[in-house]
């Protein structure tokens, strides 16, 4: 048996480990010491109250979890603060102490098939319609899942496939749906699950001969949701015992949800008859949300976490971070957690050593082609006109801007700023250069549209 702090709260680090990711992991648990165990209470110590009170927020079921597993039902867990001035361990910390129960976790299958009211939904309470940002990116997913969630089971949509790339929010909207349909009718069972606990359950059923108690669990459900089912890909008993319990279901219209990485068409190692079933409904995906949207969805976030961030910061971050919403939060946590440990101010300089972490091009030169590129979209002409003979108007201001730009933001020389468009010689770059801060002067729409570009160019915005 371990006693040992380290020892214990090195097994929970484990077990926390494989439940979150890494860059939370890092940013809140690497920072962690193990202080002491006694009478069955392991005490950590953390930076900050700042930092008690994010692991409190976020991350109590996974910590309560952890010291289940690893201490047993006893276990405790307690925080000493370190007191931000008197940085030696001993008398001068543990202003606060908290103390909290590790509370039971249901099991849906503990007793399966038997008591009704005893189905647990694994539902995430957080994940609700209202902070689900509504987009051209997600309407059509997200307004089918509204009308499920007011009549499940009998809407043209069932199932629901759910799909798109990770961190668009599809689980979101499926936990959405599932707190939705328990909030306007109570009595409804529903059930939320991963595709590898599924599996995992057939798996144990079938060691456990009770594989007539996991089917007869399933009928029980009335609304089914099953997150990421491209993992089902390769598995053939798990599919066939798929394929009896959605019949089963959509035979008495209870309701199904899926979510997957791919539309079903792409699905691959996954039987036809369960693919040609999963198109019955509806399949709506999950794009990647426009500047707006994701501009909407970073200040739901700021305000959920009750900081200020201002315009410019969020800016920054939603014009660098486009893929992923999932990474548009962990840019903020790390936003957040840099400015808390290191007591920094949040300003556009820490979001960009955040944004590092996130986006390789943050770390790349700006280049006079990435300038041409930014310039030329700007003004929709072709990067080739900036270089060519032109004396057309627009094209002769779009070129002088380039090269302005190019000046002041790459250490190109003149000369070599002027064999890169088109092989004008030195004189030129330098008289582009003041026809461009003339017309600054003298006109300030030009003048607004070169500081708009220069922040761009400061931003990395360029592909
Ligand atoms: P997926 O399951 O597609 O990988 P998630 O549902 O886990 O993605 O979403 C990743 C993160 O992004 C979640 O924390 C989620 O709350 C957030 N998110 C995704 N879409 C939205 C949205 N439209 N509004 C607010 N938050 C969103
Ligand atoms: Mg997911």
Redesign the pocket.
């Known amino acids: 048996m371990i006693i040992n702090h380290v020892e214990l709260w090195g097994e929970c680090l484990e077990i926390i480990k494989r439940s979150i990711n890494q860059q939370s992991y890092k940013t809140w648990f690497e920072p962690v010491n193990p202080i002491k165990f006694q009478n069955q209470i392991l005490t950590i110590q953390v930076p900050n109250k700042f930092f008690y009170e994010w692991l409190e927020e976020h991350y109590v079921n996974i910590l309560k979890t952890a010291i289940k597993k690893v201490i047993g039902e006893e276990g405790r867990l307690e925080y000493q603060i370190l007191i931000e001035n008197h940085r030696q361990i001993g008398k001068n910390e543990a202003v606060i102490k908290e103390q909290h129960k590790a509370a039971e976790i249901k099991n849906p299958f503990v007793i399966p098939g038997i008591k009704k009211s005893k189905v647990e939904s694994h539902l995430n309470p957080?994940?609700t319609f209202d902070?689900?940002?509504?987009?051209d990116?997600?309407r059509l997913a997200?307004s089918a899942g509204k009308a499920i969630a007011s009549r499940p089971g009998k809407t043209a949509f069932n199932p629901l496939m759910v799909y798109?790339?990770?961190?668009?929010?599809?689980?979101?909207?499926?936990?959405a749906i599932g707190n939705e349909i328990k909030k306007n009718f109570a009595k409804t069972q529903v059930l939320y699950v991963t595709t590898e606990k599924f599996t995992t359950h057939v798996i144990d059923s079938i060691k456990s001969n009770s594989l007539s108690d996991f089917m007869i669990f399933y009928q029980m459900i009335d609304v089914l949701i099953i997150?990421?089912i491209q993992f089902l890909a390769n598995k053939a008993k798990t599919q066939e015992i798929f394929f009896n319990i959605f019949n089963e279901l959509h035979q008495s219209g209870k309701q199904i949800i899926l979510?997957s990485?791919r539309p079903p068409k792409d699905l691959q190692d996954v039987e036809n008859r369960l693919i040609s079933r999963f198109k019955w409904g509806l399949s709506a995906d999950?794009s990647a949300?426009d500047f707006e949207?994701r501009m909407?969805?970073f200040d739901?976030?700021v305000e959920h976490e009750g900081i200020n961030v201002n315009d410019e910061v969020a800016e920054f971050i939603c014009y660098n971070i486009q893929n992923?919403?999932?990474e548009?939060?962990g840019a903020l946590i790390s936003l957040i957690a840099q400015s808390t440990l290191n007591r920094k101010h949040i300003d556009v300089n820490l979001a960009k050593d955040v944004i590092k972490q996130f986006v390789s091009q943050s770390n790349k030169e700006i280049s006079i082609e990435n300038i041409k590129k930014l310039v030329a979209d700007h003004f929709s002409l072709p990067v080739e006109k900036l270089q060519g003979k032109t004396r057309k108007r627009d094209v002769v201001i779009a070129r002088q801007l380039s090269m302005y730009l190019a000046k002041n933001y790459t250490t190109s020389s003149l000369k070599n700023i002027g064999q890169k468009f088109g092989n004008r010689d030195h004189s030129t770059v330098i008289y582009s250069l003041q026809a461009v801060r003339d017309m600054m002067d003298t006109d300030l729409i030009f003048k607004d549209t070169v500081q708009e570009l220069e922040k761009k160019v400061q931003m990395k915005l360029y592909d």
């Open positions: 957080n994940y902070n689900f940002i509504e987009g990116c997600n997200r798109g790339d990770v961190g668009l929010g599809k689980t979101h909207l499926a936990h997150d990421d979510t990485d999950l949300p949207t909407a969805i739901k976030k992923n919403i999932r548009l939060e």
